[in-house]
Structures are given as structure tokens and as C-alpha cells.
């Protein structure tokens, strides 16, 4: 008598991967056909959930799905090539319940990944192109630098706070010029320790600011890729939008037309108003706190040069400023300069002051 045997096939099925990535972990949930499975925990590497995969479900589809953050887009890419399908999710658009709130572990967090991921609940974030990534963390970079060398200043403005030491009036309103640096390096204490230090601190300045330096040169460069070029030089006739504000927008936006209305667009940079109703009253509150946190600062930023500088802008300032107060009326010309910048990324076409509506 022959034995038979007949081995399991997924074929036509699809298995649903919710995955918590860590640095030196995944952990990994599966769900298929409304059922949860099992979670474990292994390798972070997609090889080895690629080997787990196949050998336990073979021929099936494979539908994975992880939160945004530290780990960047390599591993959705790996996957891919590996033939096994992953979306890359805003952590803030997973279903959260009251329990799973009060019971983070690693294996819920997968799970609730999972679970939305096979109810079809699940947005992908947009993904650039390596040549992307790498363009946009170039340009990271520089508010990096900014930031460090920020620190650095108030560290040594702490110190002489510290030490007893005022500021004479006149490097008030003009700190951190040369002059200033000069009357620093100049400075008597009577402590040898507190000279040295100011002055160790003085060079980690003027070593960031150099490299910063380097940056926007490598920015400025950066715009004259071919990809770039004609959209970031079409932005920069934009009221208050220079090289930086410019580079940021076509590394971080990528490809306007991906919104395919200015509320989208308006929604993903972060001026979108909260909204609260019940019955017959609606009550629209503050900005909503989900943001491009950059793009939104840097384009309140042009708000105000364009306020300045476009007169039609600063006609539609006044009267919003009569009605809401200056704070809320910037706020409204940020959104309506935000709707101009779709429009000449869209229409490829210079900005265009005087232009009421």
C-alpha cells in the first residue's frame, strides 16, 4: 500500500504581519482569515521573516505593515524585493482602544498593527526614493546643525549667568556677531577654569557654524538637480520661500500631485482645524496637533515676509487681524501661502503678487 502525503498550501490565502520594529528585535504578529494566530519575536533582519513565512504558510500572500520612525524605509524596501507586500503607517493612525492604551507591550503594539492591517484600516505613509531619502536627510542636516549650535550658544550665555557676568546693552540686540565672539575670547575672570571653558565652548561654535556653512553650500547645490531645479526655482518666487524653505519642500512633499486637493495638502502640513460638534452646534478650535512640524514653521515663517513684501497679502492680514487677533491671522495667511505654493508647484508657474485670490 502507497502512503500519500500531501503537504499544507496557502495557496490563495493571505496572511496579515503586524511588526514592532526595534533596533535589536522585531516582534511579529500574524492574522489570517479574522483569526490571530501567534506573535514571536526574531532577527531584525527581513530574511529571517521571509524564511518563517515560507516555511509555515507556504504560496500564501503576505501583507505587512509597520510604524514610522527611527528605522527609516530600508526594511519595506527589502521586503519587497523578497516578493512580500509592507506599508509603512503613521504610528497615529492605528486603532488604539482604552486597554491596549493601558497595556503597551511589544506584542499588543504588533498585534494592533495586524489586526488593522487585515480590516483594512491602514493608510500607507508616502515613501521617497532612496535618492530621495538620502536628499532630504541632507537637508535635515542643516536644521541639525542649527539646533546644536543653539545649545552651544546658551550654554555659554548660561555660564555667564552663572558666573555673575551682564551682557553690556549694546550686544543686547546683537549677540553672536564678531564683535561679541571678540569681547568673549577678551573677557577677564578670575577663575583660569571659567576662561577655558568659555573658550573650549567658542570653538565647538565656530566649528558648527562652518560646517553649517558647508551644508547650505551642499544645499544650495542639491537644487540644481535636474529633478529639483525647475520646481525649487518657481518656489523661491514665493514671498519669504529662499534655498532652505525651497530645499525642504521638494525633499519633504516629493510630488504634489500625491494630494489631490489643498485640504489633503493643508491636513499633512498641520493647519487644519480641530473640529468639535453636537447636534446643530459646530465649534472649530485651534490647529490640530499633527503636523510637519519643519514645513509648518518654515512656511509661518514666509507668512510673515509675505505679509511684508506682497500687498495683497498685507491688505488680507489686516482685515483677518481685525477679526481674530494677529497670532490666528498668520496662521490664515500661512494656509492661503500654502495654496499659492500648490498652485505654482502644480502649474509651474512664477508667484504672482497683487493678486487678492
Known amino acids: 500500500m502507497t502512503k500519500v502525503t500531501q503537504k499544507i498550501d496557502f495557496t490563495g490565502q493571505t496572511i496579515y504581519v503586524g511588526i514592532d520594529v526595534h533596533a535589536k528585535s522585531w516582534n511579529v504578529s500574524l492574522y489570517f482569515d479574522q483569526q490571530y494566530l501567534k506573535s514571536f519575536t526574531q532577527p531584525p533582519m527581513p530574511s529571517a521573516l521571509e524564511t518563517f513565512l515560507h516555511q509555515s504558510y507556504p504560496?500564501?500572500?503576505?501583507?505587512?505593515?509597520?510604524?514610522?520612525?527611527?528605522?527609516?524605509?530600508?526594511?519595506?524596501?527589502?521586503?519587497?524585493?523578497?516578493?512580500?507586500?509592507?506599508?509603512?503607517?503613521?504610528?497615529?493612525?492605528?486603532?488604539?482602544?482604552?486597554?491596549?492604551?493601558?497595556?503597551?507591550?511589544?506584542?499588543?503594539?504588533?498585534?494592533?498593527?495586524?489586526?488593522?492591517?487585515?480590516?483594512?484600516?491602514?493608510?500607507?505613509?508616502?515613501?521617497?526614493?532612496?535618492?530621495?531619502?538620502?536628499?532630504?536627510?541632507?537637508?535635515?542636516?542643516?536644521?541639525?546643525?542649527?539646533?546644536?549650535?543653539?545649545?552651544?550658544?546658551?550654554?555659554?550665555?548660561?555660564?555667564?549667568?552663572?558666573?555673575?557676568?551682564?551682557?553690556?546693552?549694546?550686544?543686547?540686540?546683537?549677540?553672536?556677531?564678531?564683535?561679541?565672539?571678540?569681547?568673549?575670547?577678551?573677557?577677564?575672570?578670575?577663575?583660569?577654569?571659567?576662561?577655558?571653558?568659555?573658550?573650549?565652548?567658542?570653538?565647538?561654535?565656530?566649528?558648527?557654524?562652518?560646517?553649517?556653512?558647508?551644508?547650505?553650500?551642499?544645499?544650495?547645490?542639491?537644487?540644481?538637480?535636474?529633478?529639483?531645479?525647475?520646481?525649487?526655482?518657481?518656489?523661491?518666487?514665493?514671498?519669504?520661500?529662499?534655498?532652505?524653505?525651497?530645499?525642504?519642500?521638494?525633499?519633504?512633499?516629493?510630488d504634489m500631485k500625491r494630494f489631490s486637493n489643498f485640504e489633503k495638502l493643508n491636513s499633512f502640513i498641520g493647519y487644519y482645524p480641530s473640529q468639535f460638534s453636537s447636534g446643530e452646534n459646530v465649534h472649530q478650535g485651534n490647529i490640530i496637533g499633527r503636523q510637519h512640524k519643519r514645513l509648518r514653521s518654515l512656511i509661518i515663517e514666509a507668512a510673515w515676509t509675505a505679509v511684508r513684501t506682497d500687498p495683497a497679502m498685507t491688505l488680507v492680514y489686516n482685515q483677518f487681524?481685525?477679526?481674530?487677533?494677529?497670532?490666528?491671522?498668520?496662521?490664515?495667511?500661512?494656509?492661503?501661502?500654502l495654496s499659492r505654493i500648490r498652485y505654482v508647484w502644480l502649474i509651474q508657474e512664477e508667484y504672482e503678487k497683487n493678486v487678492v485670490q
Open 59 to 254: 504560496n500564501a500572500t503576505y501583507k505587512c505593515a509597520y510604524e514610522s520612525g527611527f528605522c527609516g524605509y530600508w526594511i519595506q524596501r527589502e521586503l519587497l524585493l523578497l516578493g512580500i507586500g509592507c506599508i509603512v503607517v503613521n504610528a497615529a493612525d492605528i486603532p488604539r482602544t482604552d486597554k491596549t492604551i493601558k497595556n503597551k507591550t511589544d506584542t499588543n503594539d504588533s498585534k494592533r498593527i495586524a489586526q488593522a492591517l487585515q480590516a483594512g484600516l491602514l493608510n500607507p505613509i508616502f515613501i521617497p526614493d532612496e535618492e530621495m531619502e538620502a536628499d532630504r536627510q541632507l537637508v535635515r542636516c542643516n536644521e541639525r546643525f542649527t539646533n546644536d549650535l543653539t545649545r552651544a550658544k546658551n550654554r555659554i550665555k548660561g555660564l555667564l549667568y552663572q558666573l555673575g557676568i551682564k551682557l553690556p546693552d549694546y550686544f543686547l540686540n546683537n549677540n553672536w556677531s564678531n564683535q561679541f565672539i571678540k569681547w568673549l575670547r577678551e573677557l577677564e575672570l578670575k577663575n583660569p577654569s571659567a576662561k577655558i571653558t568659555i573658550h573650549h565652548q567658542l570653538i565647538m561654535v565656530e566649528n558648527i557654524r562652518k560646517q553649517k556653512l558647508e551644508v547650505l553650500k551642499d544645499i544650495r547645490l542639491l537644487l540644481k538637480k535636474e529633478r529639483y531645479a525647475a520646481t525649487a526655482t518657481l518656489l523661491m518666487t514665493v514671498p519669504g520661500i529662499g534655498p532652505i524653505t525651497s530645499a525642504t519642500l521638494v525633499t519633504e512633499i516629493g
Open 321 to 337: 487681524k481685525m477679526k481674530v487677533g494677529p497670532k490666528r491671522a498668520i496662521i490664515k495667511i500661512a494656509r492661503k501661502l
